[in-house]
């Protein structure tokens, strides 16, 4: 089978997430985290968990890369990476599930530093009945929807 030249493994992406965790900033928990996102033009972008001395100023490594690609003009993406130092895979904290399922359905691969255990899910498995873009569009079309109703009502009304 032929493979684009973007075409990089899940395995490959788990080692570059690896790269990103020995980056990063976790003075306070000491429990760092690596992410790396593959996006759909192919590119790799990275993410480390960057923790602050005010505590709560803290950012994930998912987020933390999904804010690196977005600035860098990716909102597509096909996969992201993330590893931690435990060694089962850790899946994503509840924030950053929902900041991942924002830029849609896409493959979650979880690893460790230390082995080759991975978790293969996607953003949407990580958070069924999520709360997306596409429900703000839906209440768009439904307030639109009524108020064509209500327009017409008030036409048959008149005639
Ligand atoms: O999904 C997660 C959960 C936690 N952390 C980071 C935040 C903090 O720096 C440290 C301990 O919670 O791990 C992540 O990067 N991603
Ligand atoms: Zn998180």
Redesign the pocket.
Known sequence: MDFAPQDISDIELVGLARTAMKR???P??K???G?AILTESGDTILG????NASYGG???????AIVSAVSQGHTKFRAIA?V?GLSKP????G???QFLVEFGNYKVVVGTASNSQILVTSTLELLPYAFTPESLDTFEQEKASESSAVEENTVSARS
């Open positions: 990063a900033h976790c306070y928990s429990f760092p985290v992410a480390c968990n960057v923790e803290t950012i994930c490594a998912e987020r933390s993330i931690t850790a899946s994503p904290c924030l950053c599930r």
